[in-house]
């Protein structure tokens, strides 16, 4: 892989050294709207499969993957979907304009963020690994710290309106939760470390893809597992975090951990569904007689 990078290392830095030339060294507002859009237009190119499965039910085939085949409707209401579409919509360019807005100087102040010299293979690495677990430290406690009553009515309430959730949903809620859970998390870690803007941006695509993948409530093969958050929206109180190791730290994947829906919690290596390798045990019906 080191040498796959190093070998293709040229040739993305001099298309790097041609955007640095023409954009960041010259125009810093071009650039800051680059940044942002290019982002938002990720997430709705990303999701683009999800969404047209979602309202047409095509194809079939990927229906059989539905990990609450009994809550997740075929075609998802279209009048639900608008409202989650609008309200994220809204959050974009809203809250997550003037959130960018915020930490752009911020990230700038940081150094590197701007570097003419793109990281090396190893420094990218190693910074992603760090990112994911800043990310995972805040987003467990910001998370929990949304269940608590007050929270829970008054913002986080408006994302647990899907109990079966589709893709796009994983960014659907209230704007102060939009700050909290899913913009402060993800920014923490390339402030923290200074990173450079192409390490940023591609780290902020991740966890959006990631997002929409934990959301769309199907598990595909070879994809990951999304069991453990989709459960989440199910039971409301197991799984706060995403990696799971805070979660069986502070043991709020108890529950979790004794279903069939944990046994089925990992990269599925087939086109067998998931629920049908490892079937949810079927309950017993209790005979009634009378006397």
């Given at each position: ?67 609450q ?37 911020i ?20 910074e ?39 893709s ?19 920014v ?18 991740l ?61 599925l ?18 005979r009634?007689?009378?006397?």
């Amino acid at each position: 892989m080191t040498t796959l990078w190093g070998a293709s290392n040229e040739f993305w830095q001099l298309q790097w050294e041609l955007l640095y030339n023409e954009v960041v060294a010259q125009n810093d507002f071009l650039l800051f709207c680059a940044q942002y859009f290019s982002i938002v237009l990720f997430f709705w190119v990303f999701n683009a499969f999800f969404i047209y499965l979602e309202l047409t039910g095509d194809p079939m085939i990927i229906l059989q993957y539905r990990i609450q085949p009994e809550k997740k409707p075929p075609v998802v209401n279209r009048r639900e979907f608008m409202k989650c579409a609008k309200a994220i919509l809204s959050n974009q360019f809203g809250v997550g304009l003037v959130t960018h807005l915020v930490c752009y100087p911020i990230m700038q102040m940081r150094g590197g963020f701007f570097d003419a010299d793109l990281p090396t293979f190893q420094q990218f690495i190693v910074e992603i690994a760090i990112m994911s677990l800043v990310f995972e430290v805040l987003f467990y406690y910001l998370h929990r710290l949304l269940h608590v009553p007050f929270w829970y009515k008054h913002v986080h309430k408006m994302h647990h309106e899907w109990t079966a959730p589709i893709s796009i949903a994983g960014i659907y809620c209230h704007p102060i939760e939009h700050i909290m859970s899913n913009a402060l998390p993800v920014v923490a870690g390339p402030i923290l470390l200074g990173s450079h803007l192409v390490t940023t941006q591609i780290w902020i695509m991740l966890t959006l893809a990631s997002v929409s993948i934990s959301h769309c409530g199907f598990h595909l093969p070879f994809m990951p597992s999304n069991e453990s958050h989709d459960y989440h929206h199910s039971q409301f109180n197991q799984n706060f975090g995403m990696l799971g190791v805070l979660d069986y730290l502070h043991g709020t994947n108890g529950r979790f951990r004794q279903t069939k829906s944990y046994e089925r919690h990992s990269i599925l290596l087939s086109t067998t569904p998931a629920n049908v390798l490892i079937p949810d045990e079927k309950k017993k019906c209790i005979r009634q007689t009378s006397h």
